[in-house]
Every structure is written in C-alpha cells, then in structure tokens.
C-alpha cells in the first residue's frame, strides 16, 4: 500500500513537472519571468518528491543560472563534431552533451 501511494505521488509530481515546462514555454513569448518561475517551481517538485527531471526537460533549463532556455533567445546551440553545444546567453554557461 505504501510502496503505491508513493509511485502514485511521484507520478503526480512527474506530470506537475512537466506542465510546468508546457507553461514554461507558452508564456516565455509575453513573460519570460514567469518561465523561469515555472522551472524553479518544476525544480523544487523534482527535489522534494526525489524524481529527476526528464532529460528532454532538464535540456531546456541552464544548469547554472537555472534559466528557462529558449534557442535563439536566452539559448544558442551548436553542432561540434559528435556534440551539441547550448550556451545560455544569460550567464554564459556551456553545456555539451552527445546526440
Ligand atoms: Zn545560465
């Protein structure tokens, strides 16, 4: 029974997550603070009921400042040999990782 409710809250925790990237990206165009409100709240849900964020989701969130990343606005991404780079214009930070 225990063991239940517990995949159960994380599975609600899993979809709180990622609506809130859905919301993340529709409001980035009008409030792009909202964006990056939406990812802390994802963030704290994945920390509290111990889940990683998915790695397509984790992907759209700089690992340093935590910014929603938008390609073009707050994120710029490149192609190196086997790597795709993401640079987050707003700190800075590069990301590699292989595709
Ligand atoms: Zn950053």
Redesign the pocket.
């Known amino acids: 029974m225990r063991k239940k409710q517990k995949d159960w809250a994380k599975d609600m925790a899993y979809q709180r997550i990622t609506r809130l990237f859905e919301l993340a990206e529709h409001e980035f165009s009008s409030h792009p603070e909202r964006s990056n409100r939406y990812v802390q709240l994802a963030r704290r849900i994945g920390m509290r009921y111990r889940i990683r964020i998915p790695a397509e989701l984790k992907h759209k969130v ?6 929603y ?1 938008m390609q073009g606005v ?1 994120a710029r991404t490149r192609l190196e040999g086997d790597h795709i780079t993401t640079t ?6 590069q990301m590699r990782r292989r595709y």
């Open positions: 700089c690992k340093r400042c935590h910014a990343l707050t987050c214009l707003v700190c800075g930070e």
